[in-house]
């Protein structure tokens, strides 16, 4: 049973990677909200990664970082203080959570970390420009942690296209919305938190433990394919 730590495990798809781990390993769960539910294998700190001081732990084996963010506004609209934001969340934070686990990360059984990136960071998308910038950044350290970290840590990231969670209600907020990005992507279909989970299943798994340094893109087709 291996000590998993989960940033942002609340809602979307940290909540279902919560889901999916806990019956077979001990979750330690970080996040700015309460969680909905108790689990033995379950210990949960409220607070803000970015702010206060995260918890000293004894072991980590794995670490994903999953907080995110979707602010979708025209160029000469975005503020200085946007990509600020947008970096600080998506970039900073887990910069500051893995270097305060990394020891423990060195010493844990087959130690990964799992990030998350987002098809914005392939694909030009009008209004992307501030998230795009701060997943680029997060594609840039998995890149170079698994360089530095190369005989001791995996570290991988996932890069959903839109996914079915509270985070983009607003994008599909009615039916009709739901379909025009349905038919946006080539498999006619978008994510549900369900198949990131699967995916980070994997990644966490020992079926993975030969890759390392890579961002897997589960794009519906939308940046792989032009139909």
């Known amino acids: 049973m291996k000590t998993i730590v989960i940033i942002g495990g609340n809602k979307g798809i ?17 996040s700015r909200s309460e969680l ?16 206060d001081e995260l918890p000293d732990l004894e072991l980590v084996d794995q670490l994903v970082y999953c907080p995110g963010s979707i602010n979708l506004k025209p160029f000469n609209r975005l503020k200085l203080e946007d990509f600020s934001s947008e970096f600080e969340i998506n970039v900073l ?16 059984i087959n130690p990964s970390i799992l990030l998350f990136s987002s098809v914005a960071a392939k694909l030009g998308m009008p209004f992307h420009a501030s998230i795009a910038v701060a997943k680029s950044g ?14 001791t840590i995996r570290i991988n990231a996932i890069a959903p296209t839109l996914t ?6 607003h994008l599909l907020r009615n039916e009709t919305a739901i379909e025009n990005m349905i038919q946006r992507h080539p498999m006619k279909k978008i ?9 980070a299943d994997f990644l966490l798994s020992e079926k993975s433990k030969s890759i390392s340094g ?7 087709g939308i940046v792989s394919f032009k139909i």
């Open 14 to 30: 940290g909540k279902a990677i919560l889901e999916q781990q806990i019956e077979n390993h001990l979750i330690v769960s970080i």
């Open 36 to 51: 909905d539910f108790e689990h033995k294998n379950l210990t949960h700190y409220q607070l803000d990664v970015l702010k």
């Open 93 to 108: 934070g887990a910069i500051r959570v893995i270097q305060k686990y990394l020891p423990q990360l060195k010493a844990g």
């Open 138 to 151: 997060v594609e840039g350290l998995v890149k170079s942690l698994g360089a530095e970290f190369a005989s």
């Open 164 to 169: 079915n969670t509270d985070l983009s209600a």
């Open 191 to 199: 994510l549900q938190p369900n198949e990131v989970a699967d995916m």
């Open 214 to 220: 890579q961002v897997l893109e589960l794009d519906c």
